[in-house]
């Protein structure tokens, strides 16, 4: 249990379990318009996810690391020789794989980089000065879903278009709109618990408006609503029910662990192992039930 523990903290620490959750999300995405996998988009994915986290660790590095009242911010400052290493290795891996895929995939991927990068500097004018978009009421984990859901669907997406495998547009939407929505409810968990540090930096987050506890049910509402639009969806039957059990399961974490322990700081990267969690859940569905 000692080294189940240690691997999960280790994985937070490092941004290895985002830059796995960000891959698996990118290959759910080939799982539901049933095409086979481009390992190469899956690893621009999960590189270039791990390579912004990274950058915004460092740049976020406080005067005195040691002093901080984070533990991960102690822990992996007096180790920073572990960011710089998977950071390397990623942007190898990275530099490989953008010469597997398309030009115009590349300039999408750039494009998304921009959209990203728009979260922490200043694109927008919001009470009479120049802000990123996280310092926009309510605009956060928007602003997030949408990056995301950008990277993890439509990236994928525009690579089949430009390898003519072809893309049927209403699921296209469809998918966009779940995962955006999916997105929302991993994302609120982590504003839930942030609320008096993010009052700190004067950050006008969705909990902030609402309250804890409204904002805990509208978190239950998005995983119903998202349940209710998987059920509705035209996609293969094994992999709804493989997403609807991960739905059920994170309703479950939610209410017995991450809620219960709003105030813990590790208790809410549960939501992150969730997204590969999904992706398991929808891979082994397909895999044990292909005809259904």
């Given at each position: 249990m000692k080294l189940v523990t240690r691997l999960y903290y280790f994985s937070i620490y490092t941004n290895l379990l985002i830059a796995l959750a960000a891959a698996a999300q990118c290959?759910?995405?080939?799982?539901?318009?049933?095409?086979?996998?481009?390992?190469?988009?899956?690893a621009i994915e999960g590189a270039?996810?791990?390579l912004l986290y990274n950058f915004s660790?460092?740049?976020?590095?406080?005067?005195?690391?040691?002093?901080?009242?984070?533990?991960?911010?102690?822990?992996?400052f007096s180790r920073e020789w572990l960011l710089w290493l998977n950071g390397g290795c990623a942007l190898i891996v990275l530099v490989y794989?953008?010469?597997?895929?398309?030009?115009?995939?590349?300039?999408?991927?750039?494009?998304?980089?921009?959209?990203?990068?728009?979260?922490?500097f200043p694109v927008a004018r919001y009470g009479g000065k120049w802000v990123g978009l996280r310092q926009i009421p309510g605009m956060k984990i928007f602003h997030i879903a949408l990056v995301w859901t950008l990277s993890s669907v439509c990236l994928p997406a525009f690579q089949l278009y430009r390898e003519g495998a072809g893309v049927n547009?209403?699921?296209?939407?469809?998918?966009?709109?779940?995962?955006?929505?999916?997105?929302l409810v991993c994302t609120?968990?982590?504003?839930?618990?942030?609320?008096?540090?993010?009052?700190?930096?004067?950050?006008?987050?969705?909990?902030?408006?609402?309250?804890?506890?409204?904002?805990?049910?509208?978190?239950y509402a998005l995983l119903l609503l998202h349940s209710l639009?998987?059920?509705?969806?035209?996609?293969?039957?094994?992999?709804?029910?493989?997403?609807?059990l991960t739905n059920l399961t994170i309703g479950?974490?939610?209410?017995?662990?991450?809620?219960?322990?709003?105030?813990?700081?590790?208790?809410?990267?549960?939501?992150?192992?969730?997204?590969?969690?999904?992706?398991?859940?929808?891979?082994?569905?397909?895999?044990?039930?292909?005809d259904m």
């Open positions: 290959a759910l995405t080939y799982i539901f318009f049933e095409k086979p996998f481009n390992y190469y988009i899956i270039a996810t791990l660790l460092i740049l976020s590095k406080p005067a005195d690391p040691a002093a901080s009242i984070y533990r991960r911010t102690r822990w992996i794989a953008v010469f597997h895929i398309d030009f115009y995939s590349l300039l999408f991927l750039g494009g998304i980089g921009v959209v990203s990068v728009a979260y922490s547009i209403q699921e296209l939407s469809m998918l966009f709109v779940l995962k955006f929505v999916f997105l609120l968990p982590f504003d839930i618990r942030d609320i008096r540090q993010d009052s700190y930096y004067h950050l006008k987050t969705i909990p902030n408006m609402l309250g804890a506890d409204r904002a805990i049910r509208l978190c639009g998987i059920v509705l969806s035209s996609f293969n039957l094994s992999l709804k029910i493989g997403i609807l479950l974490v939610l209410s017995a662990v991450v809620f219960r322990n709003k105030d813990k700081y590790h208790y809410a990267y549960l939501l992150d192992f969730a997204l590969v969690v999904q992706f398991l859940f929808g891979f082994l569905s397909v895999a044990i039930f292909p």
